[in-house]
């Protein structure tokens, strides 16, 4: 009986060690984490690294710099992308409109 609880208890540790090396691993590799300002006042992230106004991008509602950003001319306004597989997506979604 005791060789079994130490065998469940070493098995909860190694998933344990498992689980926390994996969440290192996947706040290494992914980006600065966005920041929201104001808590409940303003949905804005802050982003350091980045100058200029954040927008939300119209396909994939990330956020992205205005200094940083794809831009497209509509209308007499700028809309903002966070790369340019978003912005090809947006103009060919209103391409097909």
Known sequence: MIDFLSSILDALVAVTLIWAILRALKNLFRGPAQTFVGAGKSRSPA??????????????????????????????K?????????????QKSATNA
């Not at 982003?47 to 200094?67: I, K, L, N, W, Y």
């Not at 700028?78 to 947006?90: A, I, M």
């Open 47 to 76: 982003h350091p690294a980045a100058g200029g106004q954040m927008v939300r991008d119209p396909v994939c509602g990330m956020f992205v710099s205005t200094e940083l950003s794809h831009r497209l001319q509509e209308d007499g």
């Open 78 to 90: 700028t809309v903002y992308f966070c790369s340019e597989k978003c912005l090809e997506s947006y």
